[in-house]
Each structure stands twice: as C-alpha cells, then as structure tokens.
C-alpha cells in the first residue's frame, strides 16, 4: 500500500513511508561470460507475455496509479497541457507534380491528417486521416509520395510498432489500390518512373514473437505496383552478412540505383554500392566498399556521383567520384572541411547549387555554394537556433524550411534559389505569452576539463538562490545532436516555476565524428560524467540544489539516466528514465538491438564484456544504497527497446531500494517506443512526469 506522509522537511522533498512493492521473486539465473559468472535474477521478466509477468505488470500499474491520483495538481497540469497543445499546426510542405503536400492539425485531433493541394494558402484535399482509423491503436507513420505526385504509399503501425503495412491510394481519385506490403520496418523509395518502389525487409516474425524477435538478414525488395507481395523481386541480399543493413533509391534522374550498405560492428562508415538501371546487366558496382569512412550520397551529374564525407574529416567535406575513373587519385573536393560541422546537404537549383547545413556549440547556419561561380550565399535566419528542411530534388529552384529554438515556435519559410529571398509561409499562434521566458547557452568543464555547451530555458524572475526546481534532460549517444526546438510542453514545466537544462554531451554529433566516437564503447562513462557534471554546474551555480534537481531521458537517453542513478544516487532529487536499455549483456539478442553493438560494445566479445558490465544500468545497481524517487517508464509493445529492460531494472531497483523515496513504474499498453499512440495519450505521459516531479521535488503547489 502506497502511504503518503504530507510533510516537508527543511531542505524541499516529500518524506515517504515504506512501500509495498509488487512481489518479484528473484530467480536463480546465473550467465558464465568468459568465465564471469553474472546474476540474471529477474530474467522470468523478459518473457513479456506469461502469466506472471502481466500480474506483476498489473500490480505495478496499480501502484502507480494509487500515487498519481495523489498527487493534487496532475490534473490542473493535464489541462493547462491540453490548453497549451491546442493550436493549429502544419508541417513542412513537399512538392511533387505540381502539388503540395503536408500534415496539417487543428490543434485538438489525436493525429495529425496528411492533405494535398495546389497552394499553401488554404484549401487542401484531405488524403488521409488517421483520426478516422476505426482501431484506436492504428497510427499513420508515414506517407510518400511518386515524384509525379499521382501515387501514395503509406504504412500504418498498430500500438505505436515499429512493424509498418504498406498501402496505396490514387492522390487524384482518393480511392485505395489493392497492393498491401506487411510486416517491414522501413519507408518506401519510389522509382522515378512511378512503376513501384524499393522497401527494406526482414523475415516475417514468428506467431507470438513479433515484438521480441531478433530482426537479422535484412534485404531490399522492389514492389511493381499491380502485383503481390510475394512477387516483389529481391534487390539486394546478404546472407553471408547477417547484421548488415541497406538503404537504397533511385538517383533523381532515374538512371541509378544507389544504396547505403551499413556493417553494423563498425561506426561512422557505410559502403556505397550501385547499379547502372539503363545497363542491360544491371551489375551491382561496389563502389565504395572499405568502409573506412561514412558516405552520404547527394546527385549525380551524368556519371559523377556528389558524396558527403567524414573521410580524412570528421566534420565532413564534399567529393565528387567520377563512376568512369572512381579511383581515389581521381576524386574531385568539392567543399573542403571547414571549421563548423556539417551536417546535411543538398544538390539542388538544376544541380547547379549546394546546400551546406553546418553546425556549431548545436546552432545551425546555412551556406548555399554556386557550383558554376563558386559564389556563396548565407541566407537570413530569424535568429539563432535549429533548421530543418532545404531538401528537395535536384531540379528544385525553390525549397522549404522550418526554424526553431526552444522560444521560438517552428515557423515555415520558403526560399527562392534563384532570387536568394525567403518568404514566411505559415507562423503558429501558441496562445502562450513567451516574453517572460529566456533561454541562454552557457558551457561548463566536464571531469576531464572538455568544454561541454548545455542550453538553459527559465522564467525572468528566477534567482540563484539554490531553490529553482530543474530539470536535467539528456541523450548522448547514436551520434544524435541536442538541438534547441520549441515545444509547449516545455512551457507548463516553466510556469511550474521550473528550469529546463539540457547540455550536449559527448556521444552526440555536435562538433562531428570526434565527439560522437569521444562517448561510445569503452568510453561510455564519458557521457555519464559529462552528464553529472552538467548537475554538479547548475548546483554550484546556485541554479538548483539536490532535492529540487530531475533527471530524465528516453530511450538511450534512459540509459544514460540509469547509469547516472547508480553512480551518483545523491546528487539527484528524482529520476524518470524512460524506454531505457537497461540490460546492456542481453540488449543484443531482441528484435534490432543487436544493431547497436557498435555504440555500446559486443557482450559476445571478451574485451567488450568488462566495460560492459561496468556500466550497464541494470548490473550496477547498489543494493542498501539510498536511490531518489525514480519513475521508470516503458511501454508493452516497444519493439525496439523491447520493455523486459525497464521490467528487470525497476524489479532490482525497488528491490535494492534502501532509502524511503519512491522507485514505480509505469507501463502503457498497446504502444510502442513512443511511449505513446495519440495526442491525449501523450499529453498524459507528460501531466505523469512533471506531476511526479512536482511531488518529489516538493514544489509548492
């Protein structure tokens, strides 16, 4: 029975009675690694699905919903998150034939609708509404469409999976085509030609283990539109190499087929593979197949192909491989490293101009280089923060883009190539006053003296007295930059009284290669460090003090809460790691986890094991240490951190709990890594946290 005793201690946080935690008995599991015997004792937790675990998963929602109706201002944060989420929304526009299309939402529906019309001004031809979808728990993932803008294909996902089916709609007539494309985990890429596309796939799982099933030996297939899917031709396969993964499509012209090839073991470096569709032997050219460095394919130009990357630069420069004479002796630069990163680019303006997207302390600029002149131009942007869009095809003479920072909501613009001008498109109306509000950017010393940015948004008026309620997010890792972007979420946490922190530690993309490699494998406690540094800063700072300070991260985020939790429980006031890999000897063996060797190490590997098992969030739990108030959240039908993580996690944590505070969790059904299948769904996640925080932390109501 969860008891709540309603008293504040001098320094803020709720003193708690002790609880009743769900029964789960440790088993006598014991795995021989090299020759280390390591405890499995909730390994009966992985197997999602028996009898015992969903009682336990029933206990353990009971749990937490005995403490959340406690909590007196869940619902006063469930509304004014409701009031806040409740303003229209577009999306970036594509163009194809002729047409726009976009998402568009008006501000209450749970999923936003996909439309297509001949303007941005109003007026659009709804395509699809997944509002209307007569299962609840089927969501629209994506939606493609054929370069002549005739031809939809969309996948839907039940409970948030990441198993898509592939439908198809006639854009003109709106009326669905027979074809249907099951059980893949990936987009489509439409042939030039409109004739079919290109898809990644897998075997189809087993019956009662598609959720959990290592997902291996993927292959490209191309379905021609009109026939089944057991006729889709193979493109690409290889077997030989079970845990390489492929992305393909065909060059804008038509002519080739290009594809990505990614040997899982090794990180930043990918093959280039191709093939001539106008030859008559339509030979597999492995034109870049060392895998010494990571190549992003741009366009070609007749035979010369326009690559980014990372090759002798880790902040990435632009060469351009003529297929006639592809030795390296030949390569043409074409756009030097420079001093910021670059992160994406495009070949655009009748391949006449390259879009640089460069990045720098996690703050975009953009450069477009005329390829004929050499002349650069560096549009305007409404200030400092994040960008996202210049795409588009090679003969595109116009394009889009969305800028945003964490106050400054995601306003559309156009831009014109030709005329160097970009026009507002759409602004949204938040309903929010934001001028009361700022955001900084301050850098602080991690242990070893590297100079680590983190972003800081908080109401005028805060002090540094030491008191401020904050919260510390985080990810660090997959080479994923941490970048500033607007959400009204964020704002509810603000009105609290509360600060927002978020550093871009090592393990993220943010100054390139080297400070992705600078936080993987061996050197994973780097991020940890880097990320309790980024605490020990705003303590010192007077920005905060052990029980007002949260922490909380998804996915591998969540791991880096874990880890963070188990080497310094005292430093933090709360916790809420959420879809964590928390089991980092077995994260391996389900679904596509083994694809993530290459960050965190083999536990099949003798060298690897040590590290890992040094940090793995799940092995390192202290039993009898004192552990802050802790909400562990994870979702039934997550196939790609399957939920046995969080499940054994919190299972060892509860049990190891020595202190008073809270460690709960809380399970969603029928969703996925998301968390969440809809808007209300996920407007609840968030009420769940901050109200947890807000009780923990003992922030006045």
């Known amino acids: 029975m969860l008891r709540l005793i309603l008293a504040i201690s001098m320094i803020p946080g709720v003193v708690w009675a002790e609880l009743d935690y769900p029964e789960a008995p440790p088993g006598d599991v014991v795995d021989d690694y090299f020759g280390t015997p390591v405890p499995d004792p909730y390994r009966w937790l992985e197997d999602v699905d028996s009898e015992a675990t969903l009682e336990w998963i029933e206990a353990q929602n009971a749990l937490w919903e005995e403490f959340i109706v406690g909590v007196p201002v869940r619902d006063s944060i469930r509304a004014r998150l409701e009031e806040l989420w409740s303003y229209e929304r577009y999306s970036m526009p594509v163009r194809r034939g ?119 030996n993927q292959k490209i297939l191309f379905h021609r539109l009109g026939t089944p899917q057991q006729s889709d031709s193979l493109v690409l396969a290889m077997p030989e190499e079970p845990d390489w993964i492929f992305y393909g499509g065909e060059s804008d012209d038509g002519r080739y087929l290009v594809i990505g090839v990614y040997d899982t073991k090794l990180v930043d470096s990918n093959g280039i593979f191709y093939v001539d569709l106008r030859s008559e032997e339509r030979e597999m050219v492995r034109l870049l197949d060392d895998f010494e460095a990571s190549w992003s394919f741009l366009g070609n130009v007749g035979e010369e192909f326009y690559f980014a990357t990372n090759l002798e630069a880790p902040r990435r420069r632009i060469v ?96 014109d190539y030709g005329t160097g001008e970009g026009q507002l498109v759409w602004r949204p109306d938040v309903g929010a006053d934001l001028s009361g509000y700022r955001e900084e950017q301050v850098f602080y010393e991690s242990f070893d003296g590297t100079r680590i940015p983190m972003f800081l948004v908080y109401p005028e008026d805060v002090e540094p007295d030491g008191d401020n309620p904050t919260l510390l997010t985080g990810y660090g890792g997959f080479g994923v930059s941490n970048v500033p972007y607007f959400t009204t979420a964020r704002l509810v946490w603000l009105e609290m009284g509360g600060v927002y922190a978020s550093p871009c530690i090592r393990g993220g993309g943010e100054y390139g290669e080297e400070w992705h490699l600078a936080g993987i494998r061996e ?111 994870t979702a039934d039908h997550d196939d790609r951190v399957v939920p046995g993580h969080s499940f054994k996690y919190g299972a060892r944590l509860q049990s190891a709990q020595a202190g008073e505070a809270p460690i709960l969790l809380s399970i969603t059904r029928r969703a996925g890594h998301g968390g969440a299948v809809g808007r209300s769904e996920r407007l609840d996640r968030i009420a769940d946290e901050y109200a947890f925080f807000w009780e923990t932390l003992g922030m006045e109501e």
């Open 523 to 633: 050197n994973r406690p780097v991020v940890f460090r880097d990320f309790i540094a980024a605490a020990e800063y705003l303590i010192d700072g007077g920005w905060t003090s052990t029980p007002r300070l949260a922490i909380s991260g998804h996915s591998n985020g969540g791991t880096l809460v874990g880890a963070c939790l188990n080497m310094r429980p005292e430093l933090f006031g709360a916790a809420a790691p959420s879809m964590g890999v928390m089991d980092l000897m077995r994260y391996h063996l389900f679904t596509i986890g083994w694809y993530w060797k290459s960050e965190y190490g083999d536990p099949e590997d003798p060298e690897d094991v040590e590290f890992l098992l040094g940090y793995s969030p799940y092995h390192n739990i202290n039993r009898g240490a004192e552990y802050p108030a802790t909400l562990i959240s």
């Open 320 to 415: 351009a491989i003529d297929l006639a004479n592809p030795g390296r002796e030949s390569w043409r630069e074409v756009v030097p490293q420079a001093e910021e990163n670059l992160k994406t680019a495009s070949l655009v303006n009748g391949s006449r101009s390259l879009v640089l997207h460069y990045s720098w302390d996690a703050y975009d600029t953009i450069r477009i280089l005329d390829l004929e002149d050499g002349s650069t131009e560096e549009p305007q942007l409404p200030n400092r923060g994040t960008v996202w869009g210049f795409g588009g095809r090679q003969d595109d003479t116009d394009t889009y883009y969305t800028f945003t920072s964490y106050l400054h909501p995601g306003e559309v613009y156009s831009y």
């Open 98 to 216: 002729g047409m726009f299309f976009y998402y568009r939402n008006d501000g209450v529906q749970e999923h936003p609708v996909f439309y297509c019309g001949d303007s941005l001004g109003g007026g659009g031809r709804v395509l699809l509404d997944p509002n209307s979808f007569e299962d609840p728990d089927r969501s629209l993932s994506y939606a493609s469409v054929s370069d002549d803008g005739r031809l939809l294909a969309w996948g839907s996902s039940n409970s948030g999976s990441d198993w898509h089916t592939v439908h198809l709609m006639d854009v003109e007539t709106g009326e669905a085509l027979p074809d249907t494309i099951a059980w893949i985990k990936s987009g489509v890429s439409w042939a030039t030609d409109g004739s079919g596309f290109y898809y990644n796939a897998y075997d189809r799982p087993e019956e009662g283990e598609e959720y959990t099933e290592e997902n291996r």
